[in-house]
T-cell receptor
Framework: DSGVTQTPKHLITATGQRVTLRCSPR?????VYWYQQSLDQGLQFLIQ???????AKGNILERFSAQQFPDLHSELNLSSLELGDSALYFC??????????????FGPGTRLTVL | LAKTTQPISMDSYEGQEVNITCSHN???????ITWYQQFPSQGPRFIIQ?????VTNEVASLFIPADRKSSTLSLPRVSLSDTAVYYC??????????WGAGTKLIIKP
């Protein structure tokens, strides 16, 4: 158990809908990262927050947005969903601001299926 | 443009030593190179990290040459349970994190 929790575990929805994925980092960790992993694909970095502020941005679509709250949990919002958004979405947390030396602890993921 | 390159897949047999090499150009001068392991439908987990030369822990070794343009993850005496995808992670000169595409390692009996 990494100490990172993600809810829900599974989500099935229809095209055009909007969903929110939630992540609680490990106790004391200040950074939260979001990743998308499509079937048999590698990790695609979406976005990172550090202590409430956006720290780094990857290949995140404009239909997607995220935020980190004062209690450090984070939410990833996906809107106008398309079939291609079906994937595993991972959240990770780390203690510091996000160097490669900063070990990331990954949650179990949320499996999103868009029908 | 910084890029991290690793082989897409590798096969080996139980009991063998496996070496997976990652190439990372334009790497940040003051950051580490980190490797993660991912099993199907699970999040990646940390294996090992290093800055230069050789680092060893209970599961793997990491070799990083002086120019730091590559790193090699070494798994001694692999078993079937080492079948997984292995990712290298480094940072570019702007300290933006760069993930490799992952190496799918299949261990055969």
């Amino acid at each position: 158990d990494s100490g990172v929790t993600q809810t829900p575990k599974h989500l099935i929805t229809a095209t055009g809908q909007r969903v929110t994925l939630r992540c609680s980092p490990r106790s004391g960790d200040l950074s939260v990262y979001w990743y998308q992993q499509s079937l048999d694909q590698g990790l695609q970095f979406l976005i990172q927050y550090y202590n409430g502020e956006e720290r780094a941005k990857g290949n995140i679509l404009e239909r997607f947005s995220a935020q980190q709250f004062p209690d450090l949990h984070s939410e990833l919002n996906l809107s106008s969903l398309e079939l291609g958004d079906s994937a595993l979405y991972f959240c990770a947390s780390s203690a510091s601001s996000g160097r490669a030396s900063d070990t990331q602890y990954f949650g179990p993921g949320t499996r999103l299926t868009v029908l | 443009l910084a890029k991290t390159t690793q082989p897409i897949s590798m096969d080996s047999y139980e009991g063998q030593e496996v070496n997976i090499t990652c190439s990372h150009n334009n790497i940040a001068t003051n950051d580490y190179i980190t490797w993660y392991q991912q099993f199907p439908s699970q999040g990646p987990r940390f294996i090992i990290q290093g800055y230069k030369t050789k680092v060893t822990n209970e599961v793997a070794s990491l070799f990083i040459p002086a120019d730091r343009k590559s790193s090699t993850l070494s798994l001694p005496r692999v078993s079937l349970s080492d079948t997984a995808v292995y990712y290298c992670l480094s940072a570019d000169s702007n300290y933006q994190l760069i993930w490799g595409a992952g190496t799918k390692l299949i261990i055969k009996p």
